[in-house]
T-cell receptor, first 113, second 114 residues
Framework: AQSVTQLGSHVSVSEGALVLLRCNYSSSVPPYLFWYVQYPNQGLQLLLKYTSAATLVKGINGFEAEFKKSETSFHLTKPSAHMSDAAEYFCAVSEETGNQFYFGTGTSLTVIP | EAGVTQSPTHLIKTRGQQATLRCSPISGHTSVYWYQQALGLGLQFLLWYDEGEERNRGNFPPRFSGRQFPNYSSELNVNALELEDSALYLC?????????????FGDGTRLSIL
């Protein structure tokens, strides 16, 4: 089975600063990778997904993520944090076939004004 | 396009009671997934249904059960409720078992056990 590790359960950045949320997966075969965002009292919203087309994936709200096979990583970045980015972020991986998802434990992002 | 809808939004029960949570997937989606999100524990996978069949089950006791109806909507039943069952229960749907299909989530049912 897959596993996903999100380093840092809490990340704080200043408004306007770079956002970097880390995600590593365990697989020898490139899987499908996703980032989701969860605002308080809401479900998860898809930010972006990697499905082997391009290693740099652009998502909504100015976020992007780079797939690095050699590092088994899929870190999420945003050049300039906005107050509205404060939320919980989840990295997820699904296997090559089927659609079983494995979620990381989440990273809570705080944006300091 | 209507998203995944869950009902009720909130549910309050007492220990030992039974709870039924409902989920309607996005039109055209045949797979439904259930997750439990307890405070501080992240997303825990509960159940996966596709085309009316249970495809996989997470590490939860048998008192957590569910089903998927012919119209692909789904129901999660929790029997003999315990205090630790208090959580946000999230339903997601996807376009069947197609590779790389994202899961789309509803806003959840907040279950509180008194």
């Amino acid at each position: 089975a897959q596993s996903v590790t999100q380093l840092g359960s809490h990340v704080s950045v200043s408004e306007g600063a770079l956002v970097l949320l880390r995600c590593n997966y365990s697989s020898s075969v490139p899987p499908y990778l996703f980032w989701y965002v969860q605002y308080p009292n809401q479900g998860l919203q898809l930010l972006l997904k990697y499905t082997s087309a391009a290693t740099l994936v652009k998502g909504i709200n100015g976020f992007e993520a780079e797939f690095k096979k050699s590092e088994t990583s899929f870190h999420l970045t945003k050049p300039s944090a906005h107050m509205s980015d404060a939320a919980e972020y989840f990295c997820a991986v699904s296997e090559e076939t089927g659609n079983q998802f494995y979620f990381g434990t989440g990273t809570s992002l705080t944006v300091i004004p | 396009e209507a998203g995944v809808t869950q009902s009720p939004t909130h549910l309050i029960k007492t220990r030992g009671q039974q709870a039924t949570l409902r989920c309607s997937p996005i039109s055209g989606h045949t797979s439904v997934y259930w997750y439990q999100q307890a405070l501080g524990l992240g997303l825990q996978f509960l159940l996966w249904y596709d085309e009316g069949e249970e495809r996989n089950r997470g590490n939860f006791p048998p008192r957590f059960s569910g089903r998927q109806f012919p119209n692909y909507s789904s129901e999660l039943n929790v029997n003999a409720l315990e205090l630790e069952d208090s959580a946000l229960y999230l339903c997601a749907s996807s376009e069947g078992q197609g590779d790389g299909q994202p899961q789309h989530f509803g806003d959840g049912t907040r279950l509180s056990i008194l």
